[in-house]
């Protein structure tokens, strides 16, 4: 796949929806079809790489080096190879990293400058796997990336929070049409609760091509992050479940380049 690079954040101010199960899966799943993609670890703790099997231990230089002003670190050194076709920028000491922000007076425009390597190592998707809270560096992905991806989990007090996102971006004086997709996610149609709640995300989204099918609750999507692995790899059932998510992603961007 050739052409413009696509960034995408993965964001809920939530804890615990989804997000660092989601992005893996999106980029993995991207990487599959043959996109490259590299995924960047955001939260301080590092789900992200870990769901793909990478410690601390496996990397030295971080994102966090890219704030030395002194080492002059490029980010290419920074990044690891995750599996074909699919590199991760991970990262450490990001309460230094939101304390260095403060200081910033451009927030909207840090990332774009650290991060402008990146428009020319060939990649087709950046996605981000961001941290729960509102954060000085949760506002600059969300100055930096073209769109949003935002998991819902199926649950009465995720449900209850879905406008948050749309206040964090009216905060930053940002565009509501960032949000690409809503992914209500851990849906249990088993229960008249995970219906309920799920009929409460439609409603909301009613009149938008925002919502898409949910990720069902699977335990295999667990156990596969504890093992440092991907449904691709652990459980093809599974796997289906983050398949029309990919093809959204791939249907809007193929729909932009037109
Ligand atoms: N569809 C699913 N089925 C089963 N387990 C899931 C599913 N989605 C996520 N999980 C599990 O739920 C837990 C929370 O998911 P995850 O870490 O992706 O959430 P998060 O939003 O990134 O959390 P945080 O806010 O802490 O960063 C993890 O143990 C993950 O494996
Ligand atoms: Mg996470």
Same mark, same amino acid.
């Given at each position: %796949? !050739?052409?413009?690079?696509? &960034? ?24 599959? +079809? ?7 670890? %955001? #939260?301080?703790?590092? $789900? ?9 231990? #496996? ?13 002059k670190t490029k980010v290419s050194e920074c990044i690891i190879n995750a599996r074909e076709n699919l590199d991760l920028l991970p990262s450490r000491n990001i309460d230094q990293i939101n304390a260095?922000?403060?200081?910033? *007076? +451009? ?6 400058? &650290?991060?402008? #390597?990146?428009?020319? %190592? ?12 509102? *954060? ?9 990336? $073209? ?28 565009? *509501?049409? %960032? ?11 088993? !229960? ?24 069902? +609750? +699977? ?19 599974? *796997? &289906?479940?983050? $398949? ?15």
């Amino acid at each position: %796949m !050739t052409g413009k690079l696509r &960034k995408y954040a993965v964001l809920n101010n939530k804890g615990g929806v989804g997000k660092s199960t989601i992005a893996v899966h999106v980029a993995h799943g991207l990487a599959l +079809r043959g996109n490259r993609v590299l995924l960047i670890d %955001m #939260d301080g703790q590092n $789900d992200a790489s870990l769901f793909l099997g990478f410690t601390s231990e #496996d990397y030295k230089k971080t994102f966090y080096d890219f704030f030395d002003r002194y080492k002059k670190t490029k980010v290419s050194e920074c990044i690891i190879n995750a599996r074909e076709n699919l590199d991760l920028l991970p990262s450490r000491n990001i309460d230094q990293i939101n304390a260095e922000l403060y200081r910033e *007076s +451009r927030i909207d425009l840090v990332l774009k400058e &650290k991060l402008k #390597d990146l428009e020319d %190592m060939g990649y087709d998707y950046v996605i981000i796997d961001c941290g729960p809270q509102r *954060s000085k560096i949760n506002d600059a992905v969300l100055c930096f990336v $073209d769109g949003i991806i935002v998991p819902v989990q199926v649950e009465a007090a995720s449900v209850r929070a879905i406008g948050n996102i749309y206040e964090y971006l009216s905060d930053l004086r940002l565009d *509501s049409g %960032m949000v690409s997709l809503i992914v209500p996610n851990m849906y249990d149609q088993r !229960t008249i609760d995970g219906k309920e709640n799920l009929e409460f995300i439609k409603e909301f989204f009613a009149g938008t091509d925002l919502l898409i099918q949910p990720v069902h +609750r +699977r335990i295999k999507i667990t156990e596969a992050g504890k093992l440092g692995k991907t449904v691709y790899e652990f459980d093809e059932e599974s *796997s &289906k479940q983050f $398949d029309h998510i990919v093809e959204r992603l791939v249907n809007i961007d193929a729909g932009e380049k037109q």
